[in-house]
């Protein structure tokens, strides 16, 4: 399963560009194999490429890495799709949960628009079990709910945390020893209570645990986060939390009271809630960068603010990464578009409701993070009377 960060790679990648999008399963006869459908897609770019001049052994090196994963991969209890990536110097190849449709492409850039219409479903969230005495991390799906190997060197409790690390503002101060005091140890007096101690040091292993997380679920266009804990320790790890997909209700309780399968129920029911209010959310920032003009949705112009940097968000309608049912040239062009917004660091969001009523017929829009100044109209000239 390919990540946004995984796309903005290829987004880097020189051509000529092939992909390979192939169903697991044949969807229509399910008789041939896999990999019998896969030789057979290897060559059809043994065809494209022979028409852009590769010569017969550049061909067979292109293609060699394909051949020998379609023949050495073992398919059993595969499903979904498998999608390669491959150009001079670079290959990828991930299984993919959606059944695609076949496609075999080569081109200036790598086809990446039927991967953002999958990417659009909620279909992959975390869910983070907060205590103070285990922290827990999982990786949930519709049908699976799995617990997800934290780094080595985070503590997984309060205790081992102050074991590792104490935090810089203990509010609880020592007295210096004076002649009246012996040879004793120095006295304590206490500053803060016991809770705003404890409540203190947590904060700092909380910011610790959202820092590791950052890496593991991706900074921009990650899946989303549902948080399971107490009260105390919701408000203490939103108040640190920089991780932007964070669900904004929550599982209230302990991980270990509440049981996996409960977990795993309620945080579908977060996420779908959450999805939903996304759409929401996305109709309304449509409206509201309009209204400041900062909406554009001719494709022209469209791909030209691309090629400036001027997208912060990149909207099309989940109809134009279907095969049969776009126009091959408007497609190739909104995967230039973006392969671009998202090298430039923006966001592309595939989308259905959102773009229904907000977006014409070309199906795109595009929220700029600037305007373009326009030109200065020249004055009009005066006739000295």
Known sequence: ?????????????????????????????????????????????????????????????FLAPIRNLATNTDWTGRAGSIA???????????????????????????????????????????????????????????????????????????????????????LEARSAKGPSSGGGFGIHFGTTSVPETEAAHLHDY?????????????????????????PRELALYRAINTYSPLVGDAIHGSAHALGLNRIHKEALELVA?????????????????????LLLTELNAISKAAGNGQIARLYFNRELAAAKTAVPVTQALINGIALTVLSNSGTVVCCEA??????PEGGVAAVLRYRTPEPAQPELATTAK
Not at 208 to 219: D, F, Q, S, T, V
């Open 1 to 61: 399963m390919l990540l946004i960060e995984d796309l903005k790679n290829l987004a880097t990648i020189p051509g000529p560009c092939l992909t390979i999008l192939e169903p697991v399963r044949d969807p229509v006869l399910q008789v041939t194999k896999a990999d019998t459908r896969l030789i057979a897609a290897s060559q059809e770019a043994d065809d494209l490429l022979l028409r852009h001049g590769f010569s017969a052994q550049d061909r067979e090196n």
């Open 84 to 170: 390669i990536f491959r150009a001079p110097g670079f290959t990828k190849a991930t299984f993919w949960p959606d059944v695609l449709e076949p496609r075999v492409t080569l081109a200036d850039q790598f086809l990446i628009l039927p991967l953002l219409a999958g990417m659009a479903a909620d279909r992959n969230y975390w869910v983070l079990a907060l205590s103070i005495n285990r922290i827990q991390l999982f990786r949930g799906t519709g049908a699976e709910f799995t617990e997800y190997e934290l780094p080595a060197d985070l503590p997984r409790s309060l205790a081992d945390f102050m074991g590792f690390d104490k935090p810089d503002h203990d």
């Open 206 to 230: 909380f910011r610790a645990i959202n820092h590791a997380l950052l890496p593991i679920a991706g900074r921009e266009g990650g899946d989303p986060l549902v948080l399971v804990a107490v």
């Open 273 to 293: 809630a959450h999805s939903q209010r996304r759409t929401e959310t996305t109709e309304r920032e449509l409206d509201a960068a309009a209204g400041r003009k």
């Open 354 to 359: 959102c773009c229904e009523g907000k977006v």
